[in-house]
């Protein structure tokens, strides 16, 4: 059983307000040619296929081209909803498609879509699992968060092994324990959470605190575990506990990454061989650094690289009137300027709004607490935002 395993596609996604649509189209045809040169058994997609839960018209005409020529191929296309996604529009028109091979996941109530696949040596289950909270799992199994642990245990059935269901890795022990997986078989799962020491890039969400993490010890009844959330290709725990990584590079923290499509052969049981298949973007994502003066010389760029997205970094010591027009005359995708030089370096004036991205909402506001207050936060106040982001983000 041979299968492409990507993730992240985020269709419709806008970076420092460049629309990425041109990109997308161009990488999504690599992956059709792909499909069509090497014949997999199915194309995985575990999340994350869209940037924004209402899509805009485009991204949804790009993805239904996609899906439309993918099923011509007589290829099976699996795909989960993600932390971007809408569950509901991406299960929609679920059991239409299914006739076409598209097999979508449906809202997660505490059941999980199983599509069976057939190779020469048996049956493969594939387990699509989309993106969810502890919010979503303790509703669907009827656990009360309000109660204390015994009693939800009787609510949930004297037999029950999840009395409670705090934590993301109690989230997705519970839903996994619901499938009842035969551990004899061959088992794939697609999901799409964080994985405990994986590593993010900036492009990512970033919860309070680590709380979203998942402990790869849950995997254990799964063969392989495509994995979608994180937009570096990378394994956790075991090779086969797997980010294929996202098929775009999505910001600058990720311009050495290598993007790729992972092929995953699945053999007797227990028996995963993983390799890759290099994509190559329309335009490429680079970091430069220097004078303004070398950096505009005829020779710092070809016709070809000086329309890549580009983050550029100016030495000089003086600042430059009107440079991001400047620059932009020459290389047209320019998203960021910055300088690099004696100011900068000794500018000790404190940058309250630096690296956001990088930055969890707890931290943002110990930052705003900070400057109101002219004090940290104490312990106390930090879990009781702690707690109260948490609560936000579930509702």
Known sequence: MKFFHLSDLHLGKRLKE??????????????LSLTEEHRPDAVV???DVYDKSVPSAEAVELFDDFLTRMAKLQTPVLIISGNHDSPERIAFGADLMTGSG???????????????????????????????????VRKALGVDET??????????????????????????????????VDTTGRNVLITHQFVTNAIRSESEEISVG?????DASVFAPFDYVALGHL???????????????????????????????????????????????????????????????DLMDRKSYTEENKKDYLHITLTDEEDILGVMDRLQAVYPNVMEVQYDNTRTRT?????????????????????FFKEQNGKEMDSTQQEFVRTLIEKIKEA
């Open 147 to 180: 109660a204390t642990e015994n009693e939800a245990a009787a609510d949930a059935g004297a037999d029950s092994k999840f009395p409670e269901i705090k934590t993301y890795t109690q989230a997705m022990e519970a839903a996994i324990q619901q499938m009842q």
């Open 210 to 214: 680590g709380s979203d993490n998942v």
């Open 45 to 47: 997609i575990a999340g």
């Open 102 to 136: 598209i097999y979508m996941s449906p809202v997660y109530d505490g059941t999980v879509r199983k599509v069976t696949l057939k190779d020469e040596l048996g049956p493969v289950d594939f387990y699509l699992l989309p993106f969810i909270k502890p919010v979503h």
């Open 347 to 367: 500018n000790s004036r404190v940058e309250g709004a630096v690296d956001l991205d990088k930055k969890t909402p707890l931290e943002l506001f110990e930052e």
């Open 18 to 31: 460049f629309s990425l649509l041109e990109d997308q189209k161009y990488i999504l045809e690599q992956i």
């Open 231 to 293: 937009h570096g290709p990378q394994w956790v725990d075991r090779e086969t506990v797997r980010y294929c990584g996202s098929p775009l590079k999505y910001s600058f923290s990720e311009v050495d990454q290598e993007k790729s499509v992972t092929v995953v052969e699945m053999k007797g049981k227990g028996c995963v061989n993983i390799g890759t298949l290099p994509l190559k973007p329309l335009r490429e994502m680079r970091k430069l650094k220097g004078a303004y003066n």
